[in-house]
């Protein structure tokens, strides 16, 4: 069964911590996005990235940073965790778009985050 | 950034009726994707429609896909408790690649 795997499913942080959040895909897909999710505000794009090394700035992207060091694993990085990033993070992966070809999004379970 | 609404954004109804929820934009999408996801879960795609005019169906989930591409509507037919759950949609479109935008999603109730 194909997978993207979150590497925790609840965290509480302090204030000014920085915090990782990992996640890995097993489905050999190009493609992988961090969104976060908000009542009433669905789902908004952090970062995505198309390759490995290659990352480029989605909708919100104050406040994080990633890391693609292998086609795998896409971590997030909060570099210095505040309240206002409570939040569920959502990853995602995806084959590269071909053309007409669209492909969907295979989502991890996420990672309720409570920064305090 | 292209604009996304759906609608209802909250649905309360009694299993076995029927309904209907919508997703539009002022741009055209290249695709348009259907999510459904639980709580505590990650959402789980449903359906992709590409071409204007398409009609999907999956057991008694019905999508529909605009002519002009620029809407879709979602029904569920005689709907069951296990239907309770938020409905995301999300398009792409011709300039942002893989890159997807989702609606704020539609919360499903289904009272038995």
New interface residues.
């Given amino acids: 069964d194909v997978k ?1 795997t979150q590497s925790s ?1 609840y965290l509480v942080k302090r204030t000014g911590e920085k915090v990782f959040l990992e996640c890995v895909q097993d489905m050999d897909h190009e ?1 992988m ?1 961090w ?1 976060r999710q908000d009542p ?4 908004r ?1 952090i970062y ?1 990235s ?1 390759d490995v090394k290659m990352k480029e700035k ?2 919100i992207p104050e406040g994080y940073s990633v890391s693609r060091e292998k086609k795998e694993r896409f971590s997030l990085i909060l570099e210095s965790a505040s309240t206002n990033q409570t939040s569920m993070y ?1 990853c ?1 992966s ?1 084959l ?2 071909g053309g ?1 070809i ?9 990672t309720r985050l409570t920064v305090v | ?1 292209q604009l996304l609404e759906q609608s209802p954004q909250f649905l309360s109804i009694q299993e076995g009726e029927n309904l209907t929820v919508y997703c539009n934009s002022s741009s055209v999408f ?2 348009l ?1 259907w ?1 459904r996801q639980e709580p ?6 449903l359906v ?1 429609v ?1 071409t204007g005019g398409e009609v999907k169906k999956l057991k008694r989930l019905t999508f529909q896909f605009g002519d002009a591409r620029k809407d879709s509507s979602l029904h569920i037919t005689a709907a069951q408790p296990g239907d309770t759950g938020l409905y ?1 949609c ?1 398009g ?1 479109f011709e300039t942002s ?4 935008t ?4 539609t919360q499903l109730t289904v009272n038995p």
């Fill in positions: 993207v499913r493609n996005f969104y009433g505000l669905g789902l794009l995505f198309y989605g909708d959502l995602a995806s590269r778009h007409t669209s492909y969907g999004y295979t989502f991890g379970s996420g | 950034t290249s695709s994707q999510y505590g879960e990650g959402p789980v795609l992709t590409v995301l999300a792409e690649g893989s890159r997807l989702f609606g704020e999603g």
